[in-house]
Antibody, heavy 121, light 107 residues
Framework: EVQLVESGGGLVQPGGSLRLSCAAS????????MNWVRQAPGKGLEWVSY????????YYADSVKGRFTISRDNAKNSLYLQMNSLRAEDTAVYYC??????????????WGQGTLVTVSS | DIQMTQSPSSLSASVGDRVTITCRAS??????LNWYQQKPGKAPKLLIY???SLQSGVPSRFSGSGSGTDFTLTISSLQPEDFATYYC?????????FGQGTKLEIK
C-alpha cells in the first residue's frame, strides 16, 4: 500500500525556519517525481515545489522561491521541504504528493495527510 | 504561469441532480487536466486524469471532458458523499496550477 506521511509542522515565528519531511512507503520512491502542495486555512490548493526522481531538477512557485528548498533522500525514502524566512502568508497545511505519468498525462495520484504550519508571533 | 479558472465557485444541488463544473485554462493545455475532490480535513483525492480518464475506484457517475482550454467535470446523479470541494489542475507545465475550487453544497 502506498503511503506518504508528512511531519515537522508546527508553530513558528515570522522570519523563522522549519523543515518538513515526507516519509514514503509501499512503492519505489526513487522512481517517482514528487511535489509539495499547500492549502491556507479556508483557501484553495497551491502548488509549492517539484523535484525530479533523481533530485537533479527542481522548480518552485514564485511565492516561495529563494526561501524554500526541496530535497530528497532516495536511500531513506524521504522528501523534504526546508522553509526559511517564513511569513504569515505561509501558514497552511502542507501536503506531499506523488507525481504519476499515465495515459499520456501527469497527475498526483497519492497524497499525504498533510502537516500544519502556523507562522505567528 | 498558466492560470486556471473554475466556475461556479459554489453550487447548491440536491441528491440525484446532474451537476457540471467548468474549468478554463489561460492557454492551451491539450488534455493535461486533472480533477480532484476534497472533503473537509482530508487530502485531495484524484477523480479524473488526462481530462476524461476515470481513476481506478472512482464511481462511473463522475466524468470529464474537454481539451485545449475548456474542460468540464460532470456528476450524473449526485450522491450524499459527493458534497465536497472540487479542484481542476493543469499538468501541462511542471509548474502545476490549480483552479480556485468549486464548493458543492446540499440544497
Amino acid at each position: 500500500e502506498v503511503q506518504l506521511v508528512e511531519s515537522g509542522g508546527g508553530l513558528v515565528q515570522p522570519g523563522g525556519s522549519l523543515r518538513l519531511s515526507c516519509a514514503a512507503s509501499g512503492f519505489t520512491f526513487s522512481s517517482y517525481e514528487m511535489n509539495w502542495v499547500r492549502q491556507a486555512p479556508g483557501k484553495g490548493l497551491e502548488w509549492v515545489s517539484y523535484i525530479s526522481s533523481s533530485g537533479s531538477t527542481i522548480y518552485y512557485a514564485d511565492s516561495v522561491k529563494g526561501r524554500f528548498t526541496i530535497s530528497r533522500d532516495n536511500a531513506k525514502n524521504s522528501l523534504y521541504l526546508q522553509m526559511n524566512s517564513l511569513r504569515a502568508e505561509d501558514t497552511a497545511v502542507y501536503y506531499c504528493a506523488r507525481l504519476y505519468y499515465g495515459s499520456g498525462s501527469y497527475y498526483f495520484d497519492y497524497w499525504g495527510q498533510g502537516t500544519l504550519v502556523t507562522v505567528s508571533s | 504561469d498558466i492560470q486556471m479558472t473554475q466556475s461556479p465557485s459554489s453550487l447548491s444541488a440536491s441528491v440525484g441532480d446532474r451537476v457540471t463544473i467548468t474549468c478554463r485554462a489561460s492557454q492551451s493545455i491539450s488534455s493535461y487536466l486533472n480533477w480532484y475532490q476534497q472533503k473537509p480535513g482530508k487530502a485531495p483525492k484524484l477523480l479524473i486524469y488526462a481530462a476524461s480518464s476515470l481513476q481506478s475506484g472512482v464511481p462511473s457517475r463522475f466524468s470529464g471532458s474537454g481539451s485545449g482550454t475548456d474542460f468540464t467535470l460532470t456528476i450524473s446523479s449526485l450522491q450524499p458523499e459527493d458534497f465536497a470541494t472540487y479542484y481542476c489542475q493543469q499538468s501541462y507545465s511542471t509548474r502545476n496550477t490549480f483552479g480556485q475550487g468549486t464548493k458543492l453544497e446540499i440544497k
